[in-house]
Nanobody, 118 residues
């Protein structure tokens, strides 16, 4: 079969911003973040941000990537600067949300391919 894979192509040293919008009936957004995966490796955390704006970054992207959320806590951005070929991966938006007093779901976006190459 023939498969088409869409990708954001960025030169090494370049920048790219990924955006993710959360919607639905949500009681509380506990955490949002970005993860990336290069098969056959496992999906790894890139950056996360809590509703309190506490952030965490993977050591490999710290000082280069910046995660942020809007005031409504329904949009998360990942600003990627000084991109390296090692950053090439499929990036997935992730949200840990509380939909009721005792129900917490983890949701994933469909993923977007980012290719860093000259």
């Amino acid at each position: 079969q023939v498969h088409l894979v869409e990708s954001s192509l960025v030169q090494p040293g370049g920048s790219l911003t990924l955006a993710c919008v959360l919607s639905g009936t949500i009681r509380n957004v506990i955490e949002m973040g970005w993860y990336r995966q290069v098969p056959p490796n496992q999906r790894e955390m890139v950056a996360t941000i809590t509703e309190r704006r506490d952030t965490s970054y993977a050591n490999s992207v710290k000082s280069r990537f910046t995660i942020s959320r809007n005031a409504a806590n329904d949009t998360v951005l990942l600003q990627m600067d000084t991109l390296k070929p090692e950053d090439t991966a499929t990036y997935y938006c992730h949200a840990k949300v509380q939909v009721s007093f005792d129900r917490i779901y983890e949701n994933w976006g469909q993923g977007t391919q980012v290719t860093v190459s000259s």
